[in-house]
């Protein structure tokens, strides 16, 4: 095979860029746990020696980090005076935790791959799985981060409103059932927005619940919420106005057996919301920067964990909607649609 030397180097230049993406990995886990972010943003110009001085850190070593973030763009570097900056956009996702646009919870699922290799390297061998619960602890917290701002920006101003009949349902007094709830960021979102409602979160983690129980008591809505261990195709009760599944389906061994206990447990005229990953059906489509996320954390997370469990279907995290149609159709639903989407999630509607 003959290389083209322009083409090779092209080639080249983007595994540099990748590769500087993938080393600020660490920079941007200690800038995260020092408080450097959080320290610069209010916009306010700083050298290292301010803002060592303000998150008392190292001189030095805070230079050499300022200078990784401005070569990132993830701040900006004024050359007249040696100070550093974060714009507004760039504090909204690096340091303003809590807010909507926070996008470090995704650097800790980036650290759960990294030390999860081995277990993932046997399962290439094998094709055996790696239960969600094996892997590290950074990857229950990591989710929870990545996807809470998600739901904060669109659960219930666009996908509930979406489904049809459900806000008014949960507006006068009704139940929900989030199944695989995880630490419950979805579940206490719309405990805090459906005060008449009662919500139930259920989860096969047993840690993840204790998590999700302490969050719904620290938000004020221990009241209206109910966390309990329990796994997709038997968790209780019934009459459900509502049935969620946020990002999770793709992750269970038997979707199928899930879709069909959801249709068991809903009321009549209830409804089944599933967030998905957002994917096309045909693979080509979604090789894009979604895409490469989510087949990455699909490889070492989502995949394994559905291998791991009762008949291991692995959909994976671009599944993409005819494959989840079928899944929802195979468990006994005569109605599917799309009720709304965003880059990254598709929210499909399913009544009996
Ligand atoms: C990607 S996480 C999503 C968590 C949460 N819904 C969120 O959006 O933050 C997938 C969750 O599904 C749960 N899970 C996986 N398989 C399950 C099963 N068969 N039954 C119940 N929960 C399951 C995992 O424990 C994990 O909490």
Redesign the pocket.
């Known amino acids: 095979m003959a290389v083209n030397p322009d083409k090779l180097m092209a080639f080249m230049g983007k595994l540099v860029g990748d590769l500087g993406a993938m080393m600020s990995i660490g920079p941007m886990v200690i800038g995260e746990k020092l408080g450097l972010y959080k320290a610069m943003a209010d916009g306010s110009p700083v050298t290292a020696a301010d803002l060592a001085a303000k998150t008392n850190t190292n001189e030095r070593y805070v230079r050499e980090w300022l200078c990784s973030q401005a070569a990132s763009g993830f701040v900006e570097y004024d050359p007249a005076t040696e100070a550093f900056a974060m714009t507004e956009e760039q504090a909204a996702a690096l340091g303003a935790e809590g807010g909507p646009f926070y996008f470090l919870g995704a650097i800790e699922l980036a650290v759960a791959m990294v030390r999860d290799e081995a277990k993932i390297l046997e399962a290439f061998r094998t094709g055996q799985g790696v ?3 094996e892997h590290d602890a950074c990857l ?1 917290r990591g ?2 981060r ?3 701002p998600g ?1 904060m920006r669109h659960l219930l101003s666009e996908w509930i409103p979406a489904l049809d009949g459900v806000q008014a349902k949960l507006e006068a007094g009704g139940s929900a059932a ?9 579940t206490v979102l719309m405990a805090q927005a459906f005060p008449r409602s009662h919500f139930y979160g ?4 047993a840690p ?1 619940i204790e998590k999700a129980r302490a969050a719904a008591a620290a938000a004020g809505v221990g009241d209206r919420t109910t966390f309990e261990v ?4 038997a ?1 209780p009760g019934s009459g459900y106005d509502l049935v ?5 389906l793709h ?4 979707p199928t057996g ?1 879709a069909r206990h959801v249709h068991s447990t809903l009321a009549e005229t209830g409804v089944w919301m599933i ?1 998905e990953p957002m994917a096309s059906d045909k693979t080509e489509e979604n090789l894009n920067p979604i895409g490469r996320v989510y087949y990455s954390a699909s490889s070492f ?2 995949t394994p ?2 291998k791991a ?2 008949v291991g279907l692995g959909l994976g995290a671009q599944a993409g909607e005819a494959r989840l149609r079928k899944v929802i159709a195979d468990g006994g639903f005569q109605h599917v649609r799309r009720a709304a989407e965003t880059p990254f999630n598709m929210v499909l509607e399913a009544r009996c």
């Open positions: 239960g969600w619960h229950f989710t929870e990545f996807f809470r739901y989030d199944v695989g709830c995880g630490h419950g960021a979805s259920f989860d096969y983690h993840s329990a796994p997709a195709k968790y969620t599944f946020f990002d999770c992750d269970m061994g038997d899930a967030v997370i989502c964990a559905s469990q009762e």
